[in-house]
Structures are given as C-alpha cells and as structure tokens.
C-alpha cells in the first residue's frame, strides 16, 4: 500500500531531504508540560518544573505492564498483539494520556500522518524504555501494520541509526512473503556495518518514517552512552533541529550524553478483532 505523498503543508516542510523518502522531523511535537504528564500516566516519578527538562527517574510501572528484552522493556497499548502470526490487534481504544489528552491523535490527524492507510488512524503504541548504553538491533517493524510509524521521543536524546536494506534483506524478506505475513521485527540476527544515516531525536520531537523508507530501510540504535561525531555533514535532520539543540551540541564538541529514553511508537495495526471493538468501540 501506498501511503507517502504528505497531506499536509506541515509534514512537508518537516521532510528530511537528505534521506530517502520518507522520513518526517517535527521538533516540539508536545510540550514539557504534555511530556512530563505522559511520563506520569506511565508510572514514572517525574521532577518538573515549568520551562525546564523534566528530570526523571525509574519508577513503578507495574511490572505486568512491562516486557523485558535485553537491551530495553517494553509496553504495548492497548494490549499486544495476538493470533498466529502474532498480528491481529484484539481492539480496544488507546488510553487518552497516549491519544487525546494530549490530543497526539487529533495533531497526528492535523500532520497527516496516518491520512493514507487502511483505517487512518493509528491504533498501536509500543512504549519503549533505554537506559544509556542500551538501544535496539537493527530491524524493520514489518508486515503487521500499515507502513507507517510516528515516534515520540521522551526523557533523553538518541540517534536513530538507519541502514539500506542489503541484498541478504531482501532475499530473506522475499522467503518470509512467501512463508507467511508475519510481523518482521526480527533484531538477532541484524548485526551489521556502520549506519548510512543518522538522525537524531530530541526529548518531545517526532519521527515519522512512511514508505517507500518503512519497506526499504532498517533501523537500529547503537546501545552506547555517548552520540559522538555529530553535526551537519553527520546528521541527516541537522538543519531541522532546534539551533540551542544545534548549539548545545557543537558546545559539547559534536556529542551528547544518553538519559534514560522513553519513545512512543505509534502504528496502525492492520488486522482488527472486529468482535472485541463492537464491545470497546470502534478504532
Ligand atoms: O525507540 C525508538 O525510537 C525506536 C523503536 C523501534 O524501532 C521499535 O519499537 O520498533
Ligand atoms: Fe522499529
């Protein structure tokens, strides 16, 4: 499915032009207030004072919320996924603190971003935690979902590392069509050579990648405690960074220390258990 091609002047102007299409910068997506309240409604003990970063630190989650990976935990909203082939999105709305309030939803509505797929809107949001030194291999998020994927980022700055699928990729994508429809969040086996591109992800900025880039890229952050060698030849969303995030790196000779991270990775799952929305509404 098609689903580039932004219907908004907005998202256009965010486009990073130095990659392929398409990947979508928005700095300030919400505000440090709207941050620090998400933060909160996921459990964590967040130190805010208005017009400063929040300060945070690890909190209670209860742990049944969380799934432990090596290198990160993990939540999945409104639940995850079932059947099979694990892609099947037994329906229930996304709480209002990852939709309405902040109303994501209606600004992601505003963007475009979810204007082209099969139910224009998303429905799925994986909420993933890193402390620094930690990160995630390199992979695609796959075939269960419409080829779209809007990342909030909360809590510290990373650098999304993005890689062109290479000729193994594309044999192995091919054998998996072929098998079945699964979901191809496969990270083990991607250990590979330096990224081709990096962009980075300020606290309360937004990354949209949308296809042909969501199918013809991989994408991994490096489990290091320092971004180092950053700049403009260096990082592909430079000139559409905020200049004191501009600034505070080129101050910190061209690095910037991990924080404990916090994204929120909102997807529209293709297969809806339509006997479980009826009950919960639709979405
Ligand atoms: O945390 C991020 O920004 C990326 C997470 C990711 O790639 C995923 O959840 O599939
Ligand atoms: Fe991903």
């Not at 091609?5 to 392929?20: C, K």
């Not at 998400?38 to 690890?58: D, S």
């Amino acid at each position: 499915m098609a689903v580039s091609n932004p219907s908004s002047d907005l998202l256009a102007v965010s486009q990073i032009t130095s990659l392929p299409d398409s990947f979508y910068y928005v700095p300030q997506f919400i505000s440090l207030e709207e941050e620090a309240y998400i933060l909160q409604k996921a459990r964590y003990r967040t130190l805010f004072f208005p017009t400063q970063p929040v300060k945070l630190t690890h909190d209670a989650i209860p742990s049944n919320r969380w799934t432990h990976l090596s290198h990160r935990r993990l939540q999945a909203h409104p639940s995850v996924l079932s059947g099979k082939a694990g892609d099947v999105l037994p329906s229930a709305p996304l709480p209002p603190w990852l939709s309405t309030f902040p109303p994501i939803a209606e600004r992601f509505e505003k963007l475009g971003v979810f204007k082209n797929t099969k139910h224009g809107a998303a429905n799925h949001c994986l909420v993933n935690e890193y402390n620094a030194g930690e990160g995630i291999m390199p992979h695609e998020d796959g075939g269960a979902y419409s080829p779209v994927v809007a990342t909030v980022s909360l809590g510290g700055t990373v650098c999304l590392d993005v890689y062109e699928k290479t000729e193994h990729d594309r044999t192995v994508d091919k054998a998996a069509a072929a098998t079945s429809a699964v979901d191809g969040r496969d990270e083990e086996k991607n250990a590979r050579s330096k990224p081709r591109w990096r962009i980075l992800q300020p606290p309360r900025s937004l990354l949209v990648t949308m296809d042909p880039a969501y199918t013809f890229t991989i994408h991994g952050i490096s489990p290091i405690a320092i971004d180092e060698d950053l700049g403009p030849e260096t990082v592909a969303n430079w000139e559409l960074l905020e200049e004191d995030v501009r600034k505070s790196i080129m101050d910190n000779g061209g690095s910037s220390t991990r924080g404990l991270r916090i994204s929120l990775t909102y997807r529209e799952v293709l297969k809806v258990n339509k006997a479980v929305s009826a009950i919960f509404g639709k979405r």
